[in-house]
């Protein structure tokens, strides 16, 4: 079966320290992997796949098959990065999506 | 494009009535979701059209939840009878094609009494 697994409910750090958002995922086929975002009083929206290979407003997140892995980094964050974060999957070439539970990020000045 | 509309923005209701939501999908999106957020369990996909049929309602959690997309620019999600279980916010979203990018509402936030 399908599952995202994203353990923290809350990431708390300073402007300026690096950040690191964990997502691990369960799928037996080829998944394709996707980090969504949703800023206060914002709708849900995607931020950045694993398939364009991009940074997004800084972040960067890279797909390990062996671990079965594809966290959400930033080297130094920033304020405005205050947001819920949810990591999700798609099997190839549908277009269901699979969330997981989603991580609070907030960024102290 | 105003993106996806969903009505009402927030619904406020007794346990045992009927709940309808409602969404109007992106102007040629030919997908359409249906997703719950709660804070134990994040955001859970109930149903997902395309081309208007249902393709997977496997994650509906009960009988009382139906949905329909009589059209493609229209679904309801109805839920009878409410019960506080039932109280979330209620995402419409929709796409085109697989590419892995939806287009969410503003949700619909249900408080049942």
């Known amino acids: 079966a399908q599952r995202v697994t994203q353990p923290e409910k809350l990431l708390s750090v300073f402007k300026g320290a690096p950040v690191e958002l964990k997502c691990n995922y369960s799928y037996s086929g080829s998944p394709e992997l996707f980090w969504y975002v949703q800023y206060s009083r914002q709708r849900l929206q995607l931020l950045l796949r694993h398939i364009s290979r991009e940074s997004i407003k800084g972040f960067t997140a890279d797909l390990n098959k062996g671990e079965t892995s594809f966290h959400l980094k930033k080297p130094f964050a920033q304020e405005e990065d205050s947001a819920m974060y949810y990591c999700?999957?798609?099997?190839?070439?549908?277009?269901?999506?699979?969330f997981g539970t989603g991580t609070r990020l907030q960024v102290f000045p | 494009d105003a993106g996806v509309i969903q009505s009402p923005r927030h619904e406020v209701t007794e346990m045992g009535q009927e709940v309808t939501l409602r969404c109007k999908p992106i102007?040629?999106?030919?997908?359409l979701f249906w997703y719950r957020q709660t804070m134990m369990r994040g955001l859970e996909l109930l149903i997902y059209?395309?081309?208007?049929?249902?393709?997977?309602d496997s994650g509906m959690p009960e009988d009382r939840f139906s949905a329909k997309m009589p059209n493609a620019s229209f679904s309801t999600l109805k839920i009878q009878p409410s019960e506080p279980r039932d109280s979330a916010v209620y995402f419409c979203?929709?796409?085109?094609?697989?590419?892995?990018?939806?287009?969410f509402g503003e949700g619909s936030r249900l408080t049942v009494l």
């Open positions: 059209f395309n081309n208007n049929v249902p393709i997977d």
């Open positions: 102007s040629g999106h030919n997908s």
């Open positions: 979203a929709s796409t085109f094609g697989a590419s892995g990018e939806l287009f």
């Open positions: 999700a999957l798609s099997s190839y070439n549908t277009d269901k999506l699979i």
